[in-house]
């Protein structure tokens, strides 16, 4: 079996690892977490085993990107403004829904990854716990309690419902 093209690798799982970082991080770093994803990836792709589970391999990788840019972060001083929201017009992962990002940006930090990682990346409890350094049901517990955060304060705009006229 010959290896994919690492090109076909960012197309296929670019979107899934930009959604994890927006949702980890917001949309102000995630895509720097994003593009230092890829070129850590880009680098190691050649030891990769066959058979690997490449979007568990990328959402690990952009976990590690999001906790140097969290600790990055910290070291930066505060930024004076805010940059306003946009609204999305599609509904498209592309086009992030403020309200929404702001919701997960709410939650504490292990709720937020277990959210990203399970209903954003699709990654199995087991996988998150690996990644967040707790037990499967610990895992389970914080995404259940993050969705169940962000059903009580979350209400999407009708235009990012995709509503008809």
């Known amino acids: 079996m010959s290896v994919r093209p690492f090109e ?21 770093d995630a895509e ?11 680098r190691a792709y050649p030891d990769l085993p066959e058979g690997a589970n490449v979007e568990a391999w990328l959402v690990t ?9 969290t600790r ?28 929404l990002w702001a919701a997960l940006a709410r939650l504490p ?5 277990a959210v990203a990682y399970h209903y954003l990346a699709g990654l199995p409890y087991r996988d998150i716990a690996e ?14 309690d993050g969705i169940r955060a962000l059903r009580a304060t979350y209400r999407p705009t009708s235009s990012v419902e995709g509503a008809r006229p």
Do not use: N
Request: aromatic share 4%; with cysteine.
């Open 109 to 113: 930090d292990r709720q937020r990854m």
């Open 32 to 42: 720097d977490a994003w593009s230092e994803t890829f070129l850590a990836a880009l």
């Open 72 to 99: 990055a972060r910290a070291r930066r001083a505060v930024p004076v403004g805010e940059v306003p929201d946009r609204p999305s017009a599609s509904g498209l992962p592309q086009d992030w829904d403020g309200d």
């Open 61 to 69: 990788i952009a976990h590690r990107k999001a906790i140097d840019v």
């Open 8 to 28: 076909r690798i960012v197309d296929e799982y670019g979107p899934v690892v930009l959604r994890v970082c927006r949702a980890v991080l917001g949309p102000a």
């Open 131 to 144: 990644l967040t350094g707790g037990t499967t049901d610990a895992a389970r517990r914080a995404a259940a």
